[in-house]
């Protein structure tokens, strides 16, 4: 079973990869399954169970949904035309099923929240059921969005690794050792190994190109959210501060402030995580809620860094993507079921492994900056108030994008020898999040949420 590095890095749009960007492609999945009988339907109802369901209006969940059953997709629907899509929706109560089949759909009653109900093999749960004239059912469906915009269909197993595609790859790893051993045996950087293996689905070029592309989508949300002025959406009237640092960072010039790298760092991170929120494109990487991290590390590294290049941008890509591999498949990346730790603290630790690699570390370094990264992270909970992906999800991303700076540049003053591996960390944030009370996954429940006001 195999990963593609752009299976961690997929273009979508806020607020959340696992709220919003996975019930959208689950929303076009069940209306393929329904393609052949699509004009037998008459009417849909879908049901948001769990963390879908007790967060799922600040995380647009019943936006994306709707935005599914339109036959839309993450990748290309444009930001600009999903909330008046999404209006006139709410206004006529009318729905044209994949653009071509229209049916009565009203939000309110169509859209059921059931935060209390949780469906057994993951926490973010949600059903798609189609009747035709006579309230027969045509089609029932049950999806999981478990983290990163992945989706799985039916019964799957809760202990079961996600892994799409069957391909066989020339290396394949499961765990940190596994990816270190290849790496010793074959004298390949960890990058090499991730191309390598990618190399199986796409030519080198295209894998090259794909980066590029990625990383220009990356660069154009930080661009976009040094931009983009005022409040952004929903009931606590978060003001983007991205906007007002960037001027005062390009007015003040040349600067003796040894610590101003940071405010960039702080700038980067903060620019796309308030795009984020306000539903406009980014990169899953590998979460929505954490898609400030990697950008904003690698961003630093570009401006800050002499002989920064796009060969040094590809380079840091595979090297995160291969690390984020381990991750989604020996613990979790979704905040519903092991809390923050398992999207900013994976993160985190992709960016620190790709900085150490970028900045001419060993596989060993790179593995001991991931460690870190992650090790320092340990215990995160998500607990989004307002259930809104802003508070204090934004100015997490900009602290952990300074962490993971900090934990490369740590493991390259070391040799790569450690006490604590990257396995163990990673196995151990999986407990602590098995361990963890749910009301600190992504419920809104626990936490900030229920001692912060909202305003």
Known sequence: MALSVFDLFSIGIGPSSSHTVGPMRAAKMFLDELSKRLPEVVSVKCTLYGSLGSTGIGHSTDVAVILGLLGEVP?????????????????????????????????????????????PAHPNGMTLCAY??????????????VGGGFVMCGDVSPTEPISPDETAIPYPYKTAADL????????????????????????????????????????ECIQNGSETEGMLPGSLRVLRRAPGLYQKLTSEGASNDPLRGMDWITFYALAVNEENAAGGRVVTAPTNGAAGIIPAVLRYYLDFVPGACDDAVVRFLLTAGAIGIIFKNTASISGAEVGCQGEVGSACSMAAGAMAAVLGGSPEQVENAAEIGMEH??????????????????????????????????????????IVSLDSVIKTMRETGLDMQSKYKETSLGGLAVNVIEC
């Open 132 to 145: 035709d004239a006579e309230g027969n059912v045509i089609s029932d469906s049950t999806y999981y969005s």
């Open 377 to 418: 992270n340990l215990g995160l909970t998500c607990d989004p108030v307002g259930g809104l992906v802003q508070v204090p999800c934004i100015e997490r991303n900009a602290i952990a994008s300074v962490k993971a700076i900090a934990a490369a540049r740590t493991a390259l003053h070391g040799n790569g020898k450690h």
């Open 180 to 219: 270190l051993d290849i790496c010793q045996r074959t004298g390949f950087s960890i990058a090499k190994v991730a191309m390598e293996n990618e190399k199986v689905w796409r030519s080198e070029e295209e894998v090259r190109a794909g980066l590029i592309h990625i990383w220009d989508v990356m660069n």
């Open 75 to 119: 990748e290309t629907v444009d930001p600009r035309r999903v909330m008046p899509t999404v209006r006139e929706v709410h206004s006529t109560h009318r729905l044209s099923l994949a653009g071509s089949h229209e049916i009565d759909f009203a939000p309110v009653s169509d859209i059921i929240f059931d935060g209390g109900t949780e469906l």
